[in-house]
């Protein structure tokens, strides 16, 4: 597919068949990933494949709200920055989770962006926190969100090029 198509087609996923990921596949995601640009090149992000459903439950349970995805995707990736190596974090794992969304296209696995930085889990706790327990990660790793991934058991329709709103481009 090209570029423009795959951003029109990617959408977020949330039911998944019960099909494994082929190796691959997955490869394909994690190097675009690891391929992401990170600001003065420092690359302070880092990758848990988590396929243990134990795991995938317990993660979807480390915030309050719309994380249940985890508990029925085939795999997720984590994404940790690491926040002593880069004060640019957030923006680097961003971008690294956006390329791997967009390859995750790309090779027909659907993706959902699970969010952790700045929420909480039901009883309170910060979600960070929460996944870094259940991962056992060090507390200079941040987490920006989660990636689920899975072979698509709904296709949404692609976005148009009629959605873009163009009245929020300014020229000067
Ligand atoms: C930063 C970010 C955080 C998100 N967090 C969640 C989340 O925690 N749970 C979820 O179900 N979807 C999450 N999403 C997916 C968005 O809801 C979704 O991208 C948006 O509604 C647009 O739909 P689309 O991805 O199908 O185009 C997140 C997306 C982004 C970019």
Redesign the pocket.
Known sequence: MKLTEIILN???I?KYKNDEIPEDKLRKILQAGLMAPSSQNRKPCEFYVIRNRGILKSLSEA?A?????LSECNMAIAVLGDGEKADTWIEDC?IA?SFMMLEAEEQGVGS?????HL?SSADGKDAEENVRGILHISAKYRI??VLALGIPEQK?SP?SPDEADWNKVHYF
């Not at 709200?65 to 995805?69: E, H, L, S, T």
């Not at 959902?112 to 952790?116: F, K």
């Open positions: 990617r959408r977020s949330r915030k709200m719309g994380a249940a995805m961003s989770l959902c962006w699970c969010q952790m929420r920006v969100g949404p976005h």
